[in-house]
């Protein structure tokens, strides 16, 4: 294939101090991928994808919105067209995708995976297709192969509490090298105000616990008898995505009425729902200290905005934005509570607003106490910020408000086996920003000193801060 690609070595690294803390500390280090939506059961089952759409565009919604604005129709998208005819209409919208980061990662993806060096466009398109189809028959490119070529160390999945982790299991008994991990993400037990869907849930917990649901007290209990069964399957991560924090004021009688409405799928006001998501997570997040474990909270985003599209094609298809909701005070109040009880775990907090970042920023730091170095960490950027502007202002905010040197680094959040490329985008981006102010002088030129900071970044920071074991 001829070599017209950008993707070059020093790709994203501007001066020579970025060259240098890029190719000498973060290109080494491992990834530690503590969450992303991969399938446990591809792992354990070392699933070979038949064709690069199957692997790279299939459930990738960042892809399918692309599609959508280039004028692409649905049936190619999420419809029924073939893989072949799917790839093709996204090889046809890359070139219009310039300045949007699907531009970079798709060319970054397909070079460090699949050695391909030209630009992905319409002309490309078929040599591209069918020389990565070819690539994915071969045993190396299995799916842990390509774990291991992207030398990862921890893939932290997104469960629900009502998952077996079977698949975990038998990878934990396999003695697997690579730590697949659940994580506990419990959303769907705060989701009252979804009527049938939240009762349905509630129903199929209880066959999981073995009793009936009747008051918010049997709720918590079947609920720790979850966080504790996934805590001994190895899960010590939760998290949670919510667009706002709840911090009401309530009492136990309350909740309990609230909750018998729900269950019979009565009309409930606002204040109603927003009463029983404080108290939920206000006992998820008791569970979470009491088990040392580490919480996210992932708050922000509007979902399913076109209920058109969610009538025909269900959630979680590409119709989600940025919410603009001011958080500030339940923020404020939700953590002050926990701690007030002496009940608050290390914390993660990630926002979807911009306008939001110094905000979060400032407001995890006023609950650190000395206890843990990085306790309370302001999140990567996230979402639709997980692009080059958005990790530079995270890197910029989080170092104005609080300690970079002990951010716990990068996470793909993806439902995509070959989105570890977005580690290396991170990385490249840290050193441009940091290598750019030493060369202007706002940063000491010592390079064992910024190129320990890079690997506790890239690396050694997560390792610490989860307390999860990984083979090196």
């Keep these: 294939m001829t070599k ?19 190719h000498e500390y973060a290109k080494s280090q491992p990834i530690f991928d503590f969450h992303n939506h991969l399938s446990p059961k591809d792992i354990a089952e070392d699933r070979q994808f038949e064709n690069i759409t199957q692997l790279w565009i299939e459930g990738d919604h960042y892809k399918w919105r692309a599609m959508r604005a280039n004028g692409i129709d649905e049936k190619y998208i999420s ?13 046809t919208t890359i070139p219009y995708t ?49 774990l291991y070529k992207m030398n990862v160390k921890m893939v932290g999945t997104t469960d629900d509490p009502t998952d077996d982790l079977y698949y975990h299991k038998q990878l934990q008994e396999e003695n697997f090298d690579i730590a697949v991990l659940p994580s506990f993400r419990p959303d769907k037990v705060t989701e009252i105000e979804k009527g049938s869907l939240f009762v349905q849930w509630v129903q199929k917990l209880e066959k999981i616990v073995n009793f009936e649901i009747k008051s918010f007290e049997n709720l918590i209990q079947a609920l720790q008898l979850r966080h504790d069964y996934f805590h001994e399957n190895g899960c010590r991560i ?24 729900g269950l019979n799928t009565e009309d409930l006001t606002v204040l109603e729902i927003n009463k029983y ?17 580490t919480q996210q909270f992932h708050v922000g985003a509007i979902r399913n905005n076109n209920s058109k599209m969610m009538q025909l094609h269900g959630s979680d298809q590409g119709f989600d934005s940025l919410g603009d909701l001011n958080m500030a005070n339940a923020m404020s109040t939700f953590f002050d509570k926990l701690n007030l009880n002496n009940t608050l775990t290390k914390t993660i907090v990630y926002n979807l607003n911009p306008k939001d970042s110094e905000m979060f920023a400032s407001m995890v730091a006023n609950f650190n106490d000395g206890s843990i170095a990085g306790k309370m960490q302001y999140g990567a950027a996230w979402w639709f910020l997980d692009q080059k502007d958005g990790i530079e202002n995270q890197l910029n905010v989080l170092s104005n408000f609080g300690l970079l040197s002990r951010f716990v680094g990068m996470l793909t959040d993806s439902r995509s086996f070959l989105s570890f490329s977005r580690h290396e985008y991170f990385r490249r981006i840290l050193c ?18 910024i190129g320990n900071l890079v690997k506790a970044i890239c690396f050694e920071n997560a390792k610490g801060y989860f307390n999860i074991s990984v083979k090196e």
């Design 98 to 146: 310039l300045r949007n980061p699907l531009y970079h990662w798709t060319h970054l993806e397909l070079k460090n995976y699949f050695g391909v060096e030209e630009l992905l466009n319409e002309e490309t398109a078929d040599g591209i297709y069918h020389h990565c189809n070819a690539l994915l028959k071969k045993p190396e490119f299995s799916v842990r192969n390509l």
């Design 432 to 449: 441009n920003t940091l290598g750019d102010e030493v060369e202007k002088g706002e940063l000491p030129n010592d390079m064992k000193l």
């Design 277 to 293: 998501k404080s108290a939920v997570l206000f006992e998820l997040s008791v569970m979470n200290h009491k088990r040392s474990w």
């Design 4 to 22: 017209t690609t950008f993707i070059t070595h020093d790709f994203m690294l501007h001066n020579e101090v970025a060259r240098t803390l890029y």
């Design 79 to 91: 419809g029924d067209a073939s893989d072949y005819e799917k790839f093709l209409k996204w090889a």
């Design 238 to 261: 939760s998290d949670h995505g919510h667009n706002n924090f709840y911090a009401e004021i309530y009492t136990e009688t309350e909740i309990n009425a609230i909750l018998q409405k």
